[in-house]
């Protein structure tokens, strides 16, 4: 293991909760004609988040993030390395687990999806919902699992006389808050946010991005937080990983990675988001990156970004860049480095 890798498992001061070392997580693809190809989705990731902080990760469709989200509480097993869970009652490789183990950790890595229309049973009524999540956990009493519903639906701002509603009387921002009420019955130690408010007004985003933010300081919870939006990464995240077809070629605190991005691609993604912050219109160079993201079975040779990159050099061609450490918490991938 390089000093790079381990200084970026190391971190910071805070106990690390949730661990990738070296994980890659490759899927077999079927032709009609040919053999068949192999799709590298994650990439030997190297990352940790600690407890109690919300890790935004961020890049294009198909760099790998929710891949990458999957595999971080066990939705998706790696093809290689570990996972390492750790919250001081249990230490487990999430990626090796299975039967009761698996299920045991379902109470602490839980995961809000993406689209609030497609992730709840929508003839379902609400209190139903998050009732069939605490029984299958062995909650059986039922004042208890009145009482944690209400809680929950406390925690996220819902009224309670919705709760006798079918799923699909309620509106999409309603929806959402459903599921995080429901990632909450457990109290759980990380939630992977999978762009959970990319299918929302710019109204209801702020108030979901606000119930989050609470949520992580009332529970301590930590947040793997996926999206696509720099502006969003900003407002909620602690620190930023910007991941490209399926590695990390940047991280850093928020602060860092914002105001002195360094990878010509979290240039670009900053570049795409110009209401970001106005002050810093004169820190991002004019980044003009060619045509979309290669295909996770073909990738390039050497740095995979040096297809679409302007600033391309021979070496970028043919010689993979380590994640390097460039300063405080701040480390890129790049060989202008």
Known sequence: MSETTKSLLAGSTKEALLTFENVNVFFSKKKFFGPRSQIKAVDNVNLRIAKGEILGLVGESGSGKTTLGRTAIGLQRATSGKVIFSNGEISVDVSASKGKQWKELRKYLQIIFQDPFSSIDPNMRVFDTLRIPLRAQGVKDHNEIEERILRVFNEVGLPQDILNNYVFQLSGGQRQRVSIARVLLFNPSLVVADEAVSMLDVSLKGDILNIIKKISLNFGASFLFITHEMAVAKVIADRIAVMYLGNIVE?????????????????????????????????????????EIPSSSAHPSGCKFHTRCPFVMEKCKTNVPELKHIEGSHYVSCWLY
């Open 251 to 291: 991280l850093g605190s928020s602060e860092e990675v914002i105001s002195k991005p360094l990878h010509p691609y979290t240039q670009a993604l900053l570049q795409a988001s110009p209401s970001i912050d106005p002050s810093l219109k004169d820190v991002y160079r004019t980044i003009n990156i060619k045509g």
